[in-house]
């Protein structure tokens, strides 16, 4: 069990850097303006926030369901 979320964890982790990278406003605040935008880029953020959310998120979505 605690191996599991040790995992999800580092897996989220590992995934959020990219999604900091990726957002707007975070380029905004670091100054960056539109160095990493690129077409399509809303969709991966998006995809790849889904990921964290649904994989990171699983056991609490899960125990939600069984409540």
Do not use: C, H, N
Request: hydrophobic share 60%; net charge negative; aromatic share 18%.
């Amino acid at each position: 069990m605690v191996e599991d979320f040790r995992r999800r964890f580092w897996i989220s982790l590992a995934l959020t850097v990219p999604i900091l990278a990726l957002s707007p406003m975070i380029q905004a605040f670091l100054g960056l303006g539109e160095a990493l935008r690129f077409p399509g880029d809303l969709w991966v953020l998006w995809a790849l926030s889904s990921v964290v959310f649904f994989y990171g998120g699983w056991p609490f979505l899960k125990g939600i369901a069984e409540e």
